[in-house]
């Protein structure tokens, strides 16, 4: 069946570094993919999505391109802030299938 | 407008009880998922509605637990004869319709500790 590996965390990092997570997937033909994020003490929020290869999603300075050759969506920010301090869910869903597929989560501690 | 909200915040329930937890979806949305999110699992998803049919009920870990949803809104999460591994945080979300093209949108979950 699909599913989604994140690299484990937690992840600390000092404000303004560049952050990555990875993601990668396991799923038969061609899945959207999906960044949620998680903030203290709110539900899941929607950060970014791509709905098929080589196209990129964005959002608050955040960016994933969907990479079918290595099966791939990794999260990047070229500077992370104090208040990006979250828990990231990657996540893919087919389109007719409805639900999504969740990763672990990594946890990121961004100090200042 | 008002967002997905789900009652209660938390619940505590003796082992061997019945839970109910409710959810209810942002107006004129068709589409429901209930998701459950535990330290040893992660966010699994449980069950999908369109309209108050559940085409897809594939992730309810056993018979003890059930859900509906009347009136294409409102839906209620059951769990009968509470476990302790069923202490976890229920996550409801709700989308425009169920083809995948339209983003979920989560509630703020329910706690549920099972004594």
């Known amino acids: 069946g699909d599913s989604v590996t994140q690299m484990e965390g937690p992840v600390t990092l000092s404000e303004e570094a560049f952050l990555t997570i990875n993601c990668t997937y396991t799923a038969t033909g061609y899945p959207s993919l999906f960044w949620y994020v998680q903030y203290p003490g709110e539900g899941l929020q929607l950060l970014l999505k791509?709905?098929?290869?080589?196209d990129k999603g964005s959002n608050k300075g955040f960016e994933a391109t969907y990479r079918k050759e290595t099966t791939s969506f990794h999260l990047e920010k070229g500077s992370v802030q104090v208040s990006d301090s979250a828990v990231y869910f990657c996540a893919l869903s087919h389109q007719g299938a409805q639900k999504l597929v969740f990763g672990q989560g990594t946890r990121l501690t961004i100090n200042p | 407008g008002a967002g997905v909200s789900q009652s209660p915040s938390n619940k505590v329930t003796e082992k061997g009880k019945d839970v109910e937890l409710r959810c209810d979806p942002i107006?004129?949305?068709?589409?429901l998922y209930w998701y459950r999110q535990s330290l040893g699992q992660g966010l699994e998803f449980l069950i999908y509605?369109?309209?108050?049919?559940?085409?897809?009920k594939s992730g309810l870990p056993s018979d003890r637990f059930s859900a509906e949803r009347t009136g294409g809104s409102v839906s209620t999460l059951t769990i009968q004869r509470t476990q302790q591994e069923d202490s976890a945080v229920y996550l409801c979300?709700?989308?425009?319709?169920?083809?995948?093209?339209?983003?979920?949108?989560f509630g703020p979950g329910t706690r549920l500790t099972v004594t």
């Open positions: 979300a709700s989308s425009f319709d169920g083809t995948g093209v339209y983003e979920q949108y």
């Open positions: 509605f369109q309209g108050n049919s559940a085409p897809d």
């Open positions: 791509a709905t098929k290869a080589d």
């Open positions: 107006s004129g949305h068709t589409a």
